[in-house]
Structures are given as structure tokens and as C-alpha cells.
């Protein structure tokens, strides 16, 4: 039975305080945050409402964000399995209606060069190829959806003139070891014919990358995933699992699913106790959002906004931003340390000022959309699409570090290919073959009681980093 997720009722509301590292679950049944892609997506596809009574399953997959969606999409499309998608809140309700739209040809939070780095060159060239794999599943799921794409790659920009090395060497690398078409480009071209940024010293162009609207693509992979037969169940949040018997009992409020195998696809929203595979394996990290208003013409000739091609400046702690396609400035970065803290204003002014510091022209611009968001930091830096027990049939993926808009579907493919039993030289790789690592501090940190302790190491992180970005 089809019933529209955006008739549920009634949503409990949004809840702006909500901490994965101390929330035992992220709600239920709540309403999506306050975003641009929300307001704009238009009416949510049908979805088959929540869980009400045991069911049984072949497999359930935890999350229904893109990594959810891809997995049971993949799944049906290409090994005739269907899943069963649990999703705590609204469908799609996670990272994936909360990011910034930009499909990278990355994944993690490390360099091409700094995988030769961890791996030698061999293991980064098969793990580049791997990740260029997965860019190609994404531009062919965005060729099937419309999302508002903007092609045209990703633009880095060194928001120091210090940094201007650091991106030459890395666009050396891309190009020498990986075949990359990087090329840099200086501040003066950059001004002229991309993008007016006073504070921009040059940037690194990489010729791959897509901007989309991330939730009208993620209505699309639910719309063809439940045409495949599988069943989205929202407000079914996943309060209990146990195994017995080779069988996986997980528990919602109205009703215990059955299930021969499990993904979980959870992301930033992975709450410790859901599952001990996952206990103190991510660290969510909080990122803020705003939008402006349509830009005017004068704004706009003033900020010589000549491209829409995505941009990251070179910040540990980055802003990232584009046009959209209806004249309107998105900006994303950093924010509070834990949900409590979340909703006070100075993050949201902290955003503004980035925002005033690299178009001066838009000082005073009227805000339509603001909120944050959970993103999934692995304590390596990189994803893992793993089955952490092989004695278990349970698996994850996760830990994109802010660059999942893009890796997620192939992680989801690659997801359903571990489910399915299939095998195959690419599962070798290091985002394949480990489970996700425990922070190196003593194992201390393997306690679930201790998880929130992290945030006093976050604390003076982030007051290194500002530091360094800033001012050393």
C-alpha cells in the first residue's frame, strides 16, 4: 500500500538539539530539518508508511538516505533482492536532505596524495580507480533523475596564499600518478571568469564533479527502487536487534522485522548502542547551511558569478559553496561541537561573516534557509562498506566524511554485492577489507560511555585548526 510520507501524521517536530553521540535513537517519525532542498523538492514520493506488525524479510537495510536507497535499489535492480528499508524519521530525512548537493570524485576526508602515503602507490591507483568507478555510478543515477544537475568539476580554493603549494602539489599528483586534467588557475582568471572572491589566492580546478539538488535525487532512487518492489518504511526506528539462529531480529516500536541480513546505512545519524559493530566507530561532526535570497543582477555582477561549478576553499575547518540554479548563494562549513550548542546563533553569524569575507557585495543579503547537520567521520579518515563479523550477516557502509553525495551510490552497489555473497578482487582494498577503526586513544574511547568524552578533544581540535587556518 502507497501512502505519501508527507502525509503522516502527526510529525513531531524537527529537533534542532538532537546528538547522535548521546540520543539512543534519532526520534521517531520527526520532521525533516528546515532545509533549502525540503522547500524546494516539492511533495515527497509515496512511501509504504511504518512498520505495523512482525515481518519478515530477506534483508533490512537501516537508513533510507542515499546509502540506504542505493543498497536496496542495487539490490533489486541487479540481484533480485528485495529489501526492506527502516527509516527512524521521514524518508530521506538524514544527511542526505541536510548536505551540500556537491558530487566529488572522492570519498573520506584524505588526498590522493596521502593514500600513496597510508597504501604505497599500488594500493592508491587501485583505490583511485575504485573511487572513479563509483563517480561513474553516480553521474549514471543522476543521468536517470532529475536533480538540477550542475556539471563542470570542482574548483579548490587556496583561501591563503600559502596554501597555493600545497594545491600545486596536489594537482602534480593528480595529474603525474593519477591522469587527472587538474589544472591551476590564479586569482586574477579565477575573479574574471569564474567567480569574484576576494579572498581567493588562486584555486585547483578538477575537472569531475556534479552539483545536485540532493533531495530531488534521493526521491528518485526511492521512487525507483520501491517500482523494483522494495518496501520504505518510515517512523519505524530501530530500538532493539538481537540474533538467533542465523536470524536478525530488530525491534520498532510496532513491530519486530525478521531478516536473513542487515545493512546499515545510518551515516552521521549512527546513534552507539544501535549495533556493537557500530559502537564509537563514527564521529559526528556538525556542519551548518544557509542560503540566501536570488541574488540581484547588480549582486550578481558584483560577485561575477560566472560559473555554477561547486567550491571548497583550502580550511581544515572548509567553507563550501556555490550558485544554485535559480541565482541563489548556498554556504556550508563547521559548526557547533555538540547538539545542545547547535541552535545558538553565533554559528549561524559565524557563517554569515564567511560568507560576507568572500563576496563583500552580498554583506546584508536576506537568509531564507538555515539549519545543520550530522556528517559521518570515520577515525581513519575513510569509508568502509565492510561486514565487520564474518560470522555475521551484518553489514555497514559508511564514514564519508562530508564526501558522500557522490560515493554513496556506489557504496550502496557495492553494499548490495556483499549482501548478495558476491566476491571479487575490489573487496581487498582498505575500504573494503577492515572494519571501521576505534579512535587511537588507549581503546579508552571503545566504552560506550565514554563517546562523549570526544568532544573535549573536538574542542581544542577546533581551536587548533582555526588557528592554523587563521592566523599561524
Known sequence: MDISASHLAPQPPYDPRYDPLVARTPGH??????????GTAGTPPPDDGPIVGDTDCDVAIVGSGFTGLAT??????????????????????????RNGGQGQNASGRLYRSQWIERWGKEVALALDAEIRAGYETFKALVAEVP?????????????????????RNEAKVMREVYGYDTRMIGAEELRREYFNETEACGAMHEPDGIGVHPLKL??????????????????SPVTGFETRGGVHYLQTPAGTVRARAVGFATGGYTSNGLHKSLDSKIMPILSNSLVTRPLTPAELEATNFRTTTFITDTRTLRFYYRKLPDNRVQIGSRSAITGADAPDPRHMQGLVAGLERKFPALAGIPIDYSWWGWVDVSHDMMPRVAQPDARQSVFYALGYGGNGVSFSAHAGRRMAERIAGKTGKVFELPIYNSPLPYPNVLNLVESRAFAP????????????????????
Open 147 to 167: 536533480c538540477d544537475a550542475q556539471p563542470g568539476g570542482h574548483f579548490y580554493v587556496a583561501h591563503r596564499d600559502k596554501k597555493m603549494d600545497f594545491l
Open 29 to 38: 517519525g520527526r520532521d525533516y530539518a528546515p532545509t533549502y532542498w525540503v
Open 218 to 235: 534521493a526521491h528518485g532512487y526511492l521512487r525507483m527502487a520501491r517500482a523494483l518492489g522494495v518496501r520504505v518504511h518510515p517512523a
Open 453 to 472: 568524552f570526544r568532544r573535549l578533544g573536538q574542542r581544542a581540535l577546533y581551536h587548533w585548526y582555526h588557528a592554523r587556518d587563521e592566523r599561524l
Open 72 to 97: 536496496a535499489l542495487f539490490l533489486a535492480r541487479e540481484h533480485g533482492i528485495r529489501a526492506t528499508v527502516l527509516e527512524a524519521n521521514r524518508s530521506i530525512w538524514g544527511c542526505t536532505s
